[in-house]
Each structure stands twice: as C-alpha cells, then as structure tokens.
C-alpha cells in the first residue's frame, strides 16, 4: 500500500512538472527576425493585391526597430490613390485581414481609413487618402537586436 502511494505521489509530481513546463513554453515556434520581415512586407503586398491600384511605390523598405529585448519592423507602402470606390476598397481590406485572424476595424468619417492588430502582425493600417492609397504596418517582435539590421 505503501509502495502504490509513493509511486501515485511521484506520477502525479512528474504530471503536474510537465503540465508546468508545457503550460509556460510557448504553442509555436518563434519566428526570426528576418522571417517576421518577410511576413510583414507579404502581407502588405497580399493586401495591396487585392485592390485595382497600380504605381506602387517600391522603394521602401523595412526598417528594424527595438522592442524590449528584441527587433521588429515597420514597413509602408503607397500608390496613387486611383479612381475607384474608396470605401468598397477598405471593406475589401478589412474582410481580407479578418480572414487572416487580424481585428480589424474601419474609420469612415474622413477618408476610408483601416485599422488592424493581431494574427501575424502588431499593428496595420491601410488609408485611402489624401492623394494616395498607402498602407503601414508594424511586424510582430521577434528575439534579436535591430542593430543587426542597420
């Protein structure tokens, strides 16, 4: 009898340490600091497809920034704002970040402008004016130092 408590007591110790470490090591691999880069840059790319805008500016690129011990992105991309339903073109945008797991919501009391957290990035935004079409977006943090990618 006393044999069976003592390996009860010992299972449920070495249950109750894995529950423990599981419970505190993260559900998914973190990225790196390049692969974060890369979804950022994606995503507003992909985001940017699905509207009939053209002239994109290509010349940005993403810069690194400090986020407690680590590095993120901030990455914009804009075109001269087109002839086109600018609204109808934000709801395009917030139903794509929606499907993507991102919150999104829309501010139509000036120009159409879309705000976005969560899923694959820390914050997004796509506005429809003045003058062009131009998203911003913020990657999420990854372990690193943006002095690496200076």
Avoid at 57 to 83: F, H, L, N
């Amino acid at each position: 009898m006393r044999r069976t408590r003592t390996a009860l007591g010992a299972l449920g110790a070495l249950c109750a340490l894995a529950l423990i470490v599981t419970g505190c090591s993260p559900k998914e691999a973190r990225m790196s600091p390049e692969e974060t880069r890369d979804a950022l840059v994606a995503l507003v790319h992909d985001s940017a497809a699905k509207l009939d805008a053209t002239g994109w500016d290509e010349s940005d690129v993403p810069s690194a920034m400090r986020c407690g011990d680590g590095v993120k992105w901030g990455y914009t991309y804009g075109a001269p704002i087109p002839d086109a339903d600018y609204e109808a073109d934000a709801q395009t945008v917030l139903d794509y970040w929606t499907s993507l797991g991102i919150t999104a919501r829309m501010d139509t009391s000036h120009a159409p402008v879309v705000f976005g957290e969560g899923g694959p990035v820390q914050s997004i935004s796509f506005q429809t004016g003045p003058g062009s079409y131009a998203f911003a977006a913020t990657s999420t943090c990854a372990p690193g130092n943006p002095d690496d990618y200076r």
